[in-house]
């Protein structure tokens, strides 16, 4: 079984004040760079990670690690343009592709190592979606690879949530723990709340 890891870090990150999300330090490391060894560490398979055209210090950041940069020229138009990229890198013997979004910092390797693990394709199933604790739905989430053309046609920044919705009777739902599935960070405001949080649990 061929799955993939997709990282999708092309977003321009508008709420930051000039600062970048992605290179918010998480432990000692940047955030995209852990995100980017949290993947390479659950599978043997590629992981491929969307880019603003280089040079950018987002590309910096993982230049060492053994992760295939995928540039989008139009990342300015939207999360979709990132997904379409990203699905044309992929290897024509992929069965199916988890996307990770690179601004969640809760994620864990044991959270993507139990989405990946949730996944079988002898079943009817066309995708499995990590949620939270108590079953809100959020990410990653592994499509199949027989989907990949309608996520291919999609435009803006809506991301899949359409083809989600029309799928949602195929979808496996994988908990993990806490908001892991949910939590993302836009603003200065919210990575400090985060950061205080984490101090005091």
């Known amino acids: 079984?061929?799955?993939?890891?997709?990282?999708?870090?092309?977003?321009?990150?508008?709420?930051?004040?000039?600062r970048d999300k992605l290179l918010e330090d998480v432990d000692g490391t940047a955030l995209l760079r852990r995100t980017v060894q949290n993947a390479l560490a659950v599978t043997q398979a590629p992981v491929f990670v969307t880019l603003p055209p280089c040079p950018h210090p987002r590309a910096g950041a993982i230049a060492d690690l053994n992760a295939r940069i995928v540039e989008v020229p139009d990342a300015a138009s939207g999360m979709n343009?990132?997904?379409?990229a990203g699905l044309g890198a992929?290897?024509?013997?992929?069965?199916a592709v988890m996307?990770?979004?690179a601004d969640m910092p809760d994620l864990t390797r044991a959270?993507?190592?139990?989405?990946?693990?949730?996944?079988?394709?002898?079943?009817?199933s066309k995708i499995w979606r990590a949620t939270t604790a108590t079953g809100e739905p959020g990410h990653?989430?592994?499509?199949?690879?027989?989907?990949?053309?309608?996520?291919r046609a999609l435009?803006?920044?809506?991301?899949a949530r359409d083809i989600v919705r029309q799928l949602r009777s195929q979808?496996?739902?994988?908990?993990?723990?806490?908001?892991?599935?949910?939590?993302d960070l836009d603003t200065p405001e919210a990575w400090a709340a985060w950061r205080a949080n984490r101090r005091f649990t």
Do not use: E, K, Y
């Open 155 to 159: 435009r803006g920044d809506t991301g």
């Open 81 to 84: 343009a990132s997904i379409a």
């Open 90 to 95: 992929l290897p024509a013997t992929a069965h």
């Open 171 to 183: 979808t496996v739902w994988v908990p993990l723990p806490g908001n892991h599935a949910r939590t």
């Open 1 to 18: 079984m061929m799955v993939p890891i997709l990282i999708l870090a092309a977003g321009s990150a508008r709420r930051m004040q000039g």
């Open 140 to 151: 990653p989430i592994v499509f199949r690879s027989d989907i990949w053309p309608h996520l």
């Open 99 to 101: 996307i990770v979004l």
């Open 111 to 124: 959270d993507l190592r139990r989405v990946l693990d949730a996944v079988d394709l002898n079943t009817d």
